[in-house]
């Protein structure tokens, strides 16, 4: 049955590896219940980006590029990131529809568009053709939640910076202004950015399907409010099955990279510590530290006394401390990279805690890999997942910064020796904590699971369309 051809969706993710990656996840899933599926980005991005082993691992998967009116450059091409938003809603309308008709002309018909839900204009393409969509909701639930009320006017913006009260909202628990996502707690930051995570919200309500990235039992209260309003249903998390339930066979990684990892170097390192001993640290692909902030965090880990290995871009090392990379290396403590396998490295047995950013792909590896984390939010919704991390799921802590945002060296020493040290009450509770979430979300994608099961009835209704 898995291989019996169960209708066709066409999969359109947002540019951005951050993006791409769980889209492209659950286009695997789709393909191991014998769904075809067409994944579609920009041109530029698929011209950019080295897309590894994805079509050739699963034959009910294909990519096709679409417009979005920047080819030769994408969003860097732009004038200012409203005009590209603009150019792929109006240039990207036009360049899908004539892929969906260039499909069907070919006998290939279109049952579905599953997008991003960052680009909510999609709904509208898939109307005017006839076509069911599901929305696909990048981000937790609960970030998801707060956005829905600030769309709806339902949350009071700007913010009082002096607001001493906490926040409710429905499903979630009590938030400090610092705990919602950076566009919203500091309202004038990123005036865009905002206009474009509340928009997702503009039209959602008429989609077909809501489909989330995150599980039932993480989300639970926040997950049954949204059901009262929306169609939802929770697919993930979206990490590569071998990972978590070993159904799809040879799917190791996700097949998108937009940098090179350094692989024999790291994975070597790493083979020669300790069970548990290694500290990961590494603020994703987007990020930026500032310099103040690099030098606390390098002086924070070589005072842990930890193993460490350290992603640092080739964009940010000049602010690393004057002949830092070469004392570490000569030291023997710790490694720096430019990029390595985040999957392989948070899963290799050595590693004992995460130093992240808290974007939310990172913190669903952790969690699916059982690795404690120390949380250092920097912007959009990582502020809101640390929180999650620290008071709800107990995953992990976070360092406490000033009033300008900036934690010291000695808040990286202890967070990090807090994780590391096997003395460490709180530390032995997240480990334990985490290890039960890493449990549940293998079981949530196995046969039978809440996600699973949620994807069977998602495929079931294309089969009735």
Not at 64 to 70: F, L, M, W
Not at 72 to 79: I, L, N, R, V
Not at 138 to 157: F, S
Not at 160 to 188: C, K, M, N, Q, T
Request: net charge negative; hydrophobic share 40%.
């Amino acid at each position: 049955m898995e291989n019996q051809k169960r209708g066709h969706c066409l999969v359109l993710a947002f540019p951005a590896q951050g993006h791409i990656t769980p889209l492209l996840q659950f286009s695997k899933r789709l393909g191991q219940k014998g769904v075809k599926v067409t994944l579609v980005s920009s041109i530029f991005f698929f011209k950019k980006i080295p897309v590894k082993d994805i079509s050739s691992n699963n034959n009910n998967l294909q990519l096709e590029p679409i417009s979005d009116g920047y080819d030769e450059a994408g969003y860097d091409e732009a004038e200012s990131f409203d005009a590209y938003v603009e150019s792929f809603r109006r240039v990207g309308s036009r360049s899908l529809s004539e892929l969906i008709r260039k499909l069907e002309g070919r006998g290939t018909r279109v049952d579905c568009v599953v997008y991003d839900s960052h680009l909510p204009w999609v709904l509208d393409v898939a109307r005017e053709l006839g076509l069911l969509c599901a929305s696909f909701l990048t981000q937790p639930c609960a970030v998801g939640c707060i956005y829905i009320h600030a769309q709806r006017k339902r949350l009071k913006l700007p913010l009082d910076e002096e607001e001493r009260v906490g926040i409710s909202l429905p499903g979630l628990p009590l938030l400090a202004p610092s705990d919602l996502p950076s566009f919203l707690y500091r309202y004038e930051s990123y005036p865009m950015f905002r206009d474009i995570v509340v928009a997702q919200f503009s039209n959602i309500e008429k989609a077909d399907w809501v489909l989330a990235n995150t599980f039932y039992e993480l989300e639970q209260e926040v997950v049954d409010w949204m059901k009262e309003i929306l169609p939802i249903k929770t697919i993930g998390p979206t990490v590569p099955s071998m990972f978590l339930d070993k159904r799809i066979q040879n799917d190791t990684h996700y097949g998108i990279s937009m940098f090179k990892p350094n692989d024999e170097a790291c994975m070597k390192w790493l083979n020669e510590k300790p069970k548990r001993s290694v500290v990961y640290v590494s603020f994703g692909s987007l990020a930026n530290l500032s310099e103040n902030q690099m030098e606390e965090m390098a002086w924070g880990l070589r005072e842990s006394e930890c193993y460490f290995v350290w992603v640092v871009r080739e964009s940010e090392e000049s602010k690393l401390p004057k002949d830092f990379t070469k004392m570490t290396s000569s030291s023997e403590k710790g490694i720096i990279v430019t990029w390595c396998p985040q999957l392989q490295v948070l899963s290799h047995e050595a590693v004992g805690c995460f130093v992240t950013h808290c974007g939310w792909n990172s913190t669903l590896e952790a969690l699916c890999l059982g690795v404690p984390m120390v949380g250092v939010p920097q912007w959009t919704d990582q502020n809101t997942n640390a929180k999650f991390i620290k008071d709800v799921w107990k995953i992990g802590i976070t360092t406490q910064v000033d009033e300008k945002g900036c934690f010291t060296r000695q808040e990286v020493r202890d967070c990090v020796k807090e994780i590391i040290m096997e003395s460490s009450e709180r530390g032995i509770e997240i480990k334990k904590n985490v290890m039960f979430w890493k449990d549940m979300a293998r079981n949530v994608v196995d046969e039978g699971g809440s996600s699973d099961n949620n994807i069977e009835e998602f495929v079931a209704a294309l089969i009735r369309s």
